[in-house]
């Protein structure tokens, strides 16, 4: 199995892929991809490798077939239906984001707690979170994002764990732990932040 910063990298060849159509390229080459995922021609050979994706020393690779192959082993092949706990800030930002379909990810509904928050005839809907494990069952969703307060998301987690989901993306303030069989990415907003300051800083101050 290909590790976290593999899958990374594929995502950022896919990307460039994307944009290196919309230029009208028909072939790209390792450098090409290497360039605009900020690795060197070898990785990116090495990463296609693992796969079993080749291209041709002199030709490269066909951009159609290799964006297909990329889709199918991201996922990306169908769409990808998630569901969103906490529709407050974040979460409302989320809901709304365009880019995600463009990528094959499509939110099916937001839940919340708070009934002011209720849209049934929006799209996405914001449904009550008592609701959330029959519409995961019916739908056969296994995809969630969870942008609650961090003391709510414990719980959260096991009401999806409960209702069958197999992987979560976190961006509450506290770093979960799943048992196995669910897979938690958790994104802290504040620590990329704080990260991002300092080694800004520490730059400015030649450390």
């Known amino acids: 199995m290909a590790n976290r910063s593999c899958i990374i990298r594929l995502s950022r060849y896919k990307n460039a892929l994307n944009r290196l159509k919309t ?5 790209v080459f390792s450098d090409n991809l290497a360039d605009a995922a900020g690795v060197t021609a ?8 693992l796969f079993g994706i080749t291209g041709n020393r002199r030709g490269g690779y ?11 082993i991201l996922g990306k092949e169908q769409l990808q239906e998630f569901v969103l706990i906490g529709v407050g800030n974040i979460g409302r930002a989320l809901l709304h984001y365009p880019g995600f379909e ?9 839940f ?12 996405p809907p ?13 739908r056969d969703i296994t995809l969630a994002i969870v942008a609650v307060p961090d003391y ?4 959260v987690l096991g009401l999806l764990l409960s209702a069958g989901i197999k992987g979560v993306m976190n961006f509450a303030p506290i770093c979960l732990k799943a048992p196995d069989g669910c897979i938690v990415n958790n994104i802290n ?9 300092y080694f800004v800083n520490a730059t400015e101050n030649g450390n």
């Open 23 to 27: 230029l009208n390229f028909i072939r």
């Open 42 to 49: 070898a990785q990116v050979r090495k990463d296609f490798s």
């Open 62 to 72: 066909k951009v159609d077939d290799l964006a297909d192959q990329l889709n199918k």
């Open 102 to 110: 463009r990528s094959g990810i499509h939110i099916a509904a937001g």
């Open 112 to 123: 919340d707690i708070d009934p002011v928050k209720y849209d049934v005839e929006s799209e």
């Open 126 to 138: 914001v449904l009550p979170l008592e609701q959330l494990a029959e519409f995961v069952k019916r």
């Open 152 to 155: 709510a998301a414990q719980q």
């Open 189 to 197: 907003l504040e620590t990329e932040l704080e990260n991002l300051i």
